[in-house]
């Protein structure tokens, strides 16, 4: 039997790559998080996983390998901060933040994985990121089999949202047999919006403003998908917050239905958009059934003024989602815990990979492990 590979997230956030990663059978034995509150919701899912909060810029190689007590083979993943790169925002070339790319590049060089994967918006591939995605893949292109940047989109893995990104993949050919990015692509079950939100109680009151009102019962149907396999179960050895587990076991009883207060007016407004449509107002775009949730964005971080992102009016309901349907749209499982706070959870799942998406990729990766 091949030994488990070791894992460490340098930009962890709450841990969508990292679940895929476990799920697809990595030891995530480190994840390194900046935003206490993307901490210590990792933590509670993570329970077996090392934490630190230290700045990725001043980390080194040995720091973490100390870390992960000198654990070999490796395995670095990450979605270093894109800010800097997305065309939603204001892209900038200059923004201190994509710096973090490079330093993502120069740790695979110090620590010399087996494998190493980040990801990242498609901005990253702007004629103005050139010369920075040269020199950070220039760092590593001896040591590795470098593949052109891969393109997925988060639909084509069973995840009912149009998000798109670009993985950075890398390995170790004494490893790991050849492979190229066509061999990451998934054949994966179409998913809706419909289908991602089924079982989930469209009535949703503005006073559930709590951790403790946001729980609520759900529905599941009779089958046996691997979407929803992965919406109740599959939960890695010593990950999952045992009361959450505990609460959709035996009473399918699941968190994140925090409600949000709209104005009478508002409301009103809200029951003229069609689904498809935009409110000319709040500029949020109401969800179609049969279709796929845009790219869920989240919103900008203290540094940048708290500012709250756009988010869908659900299909039918004259309010906008709740976390818990942010979660379901994004691909996280039912037991998935996030920030007990609207604002922080959907800044999570917002920038969170999808980890339906992060398993697939990360299996068929491991399936070319050489014997």
């Known amino acids: 039997m091949l030994e488990q590979l070791t894992a460490i997230d340098i930009f962890s956030g709450v841990g969508g790559l990292s679940l895929g990663a476990a799920r697809a059978g990595l030891n995530l034995a480190l994840a390194i998080e900046r935003d206490p509150h993307a901490l210590?919701?990792?933590?509670?899912?993570?329970?077996?996983?090392?934490?630190?909060?230290?700045?990725?810029?001043h980390l080194d190689a040995q720091s973490l390998l100390e870390a992960v007590g000198n654990a070999a083979p490796l395995v670095l993943l990450g979605g270093p901060p894109c800010q800097g790169f997305s065309t939603m925002g204001h892209r900038c070339a200059t923004d201190p933040r994509n710096t973090l790319f490079l330093k993502f590049f120069k740790l695979v060089r110090e620590?010399?994985?087996?494998?190493?994967?980040?990801?990242?918006v498609?901005?990253?591939?702007?004629?103005?990121?050139?010369?920075?995605?040269?020199?950070?893949?220039g760092l590593v292109r001896e040591d590795y089999r470098v593949l052109p940047p891969v393109r997925v989109a988060a639909n084509d893995f069973g995840t009912a949202t149009t998000r798109t990104r670009y993985l950075f993949i890398g390995y170790k050919t004494s490893h790991f047999d050849a492979f190229d990015g066509t061999a990451l692509q998934s054949n994966a079950e179409p998913v809706s919006v419909a289908d991602a939100l089924w079982g989930l109680?469209?009535?949703?009151?503005a006073s559930w403003q709590s951790e403790e009102k946001s729980w609520r019962k759900v529905v599941y149907p009779t089958s046996d998908s691997p979407f929803w396999q992965r919406v109740r179960g599959r939960?890695?050895?010593?990950?999952?917050?045992?009361?959450?587990?505990?609460?959709?076991?035996?009473?399918?009883?699941?968190s994140g239905f925090l409600?949000?207060?709209?104005t009478p007016k508002v409301k009103a407004r809200f029951a003229r958009v069609e689904q498809g449509k935009t409110d000319r107002v709040a500029k949020a775009r109401r969800l179609e059934w049969d279709g796929l949730c845009p790219t869920l964005r989240a919103g900008t971080g203290a540094d940048r003024g708290s500012y709250q992102a756009v988010r869908p009016i659900h299909p039918s309901a004259h309010r906008v989602i709740t976390p818990r349907e942010a979660a379901r749209l994004q691909g996280f499982p039912d037991w998935f815990q996030f920030s007990p706070t609207k604002w922080h959870s959907f800044r999570q799942i917002g920038n969170s990979v999808c980890p339906l998406l992060a398993e697939t990729v990360f299996r068929e990766i491991l399936n070319r492990r050489k014997r």
């Open 40 to 57: 210590a919701a990792h933590k509670k899912n993570f329970r077996c996983t090392q934490h630190l909060s230290n700045d990725v810029a």
């Open 111 to 120: 620590l010399q994985p087996v494998l190493f994967l980040a990801e990242n």
């Open 122 to 137: 498609p901005g990253i591939l702007h004629p103005d990121n050139d010369e920075l995605r040269e020199m950070a893949l």
């Open 201 to 205: 109680p469209n009535r949703i009151l």
């Open 235 to 254: 939960v890695p050895d010593g990950m999952g917050d045992p009361e959450a587990i505990r609460c959709l076991q035996e009473k399918s009883l699941v």
């Open 259 to 262: 409600g949000t207060k709209h």
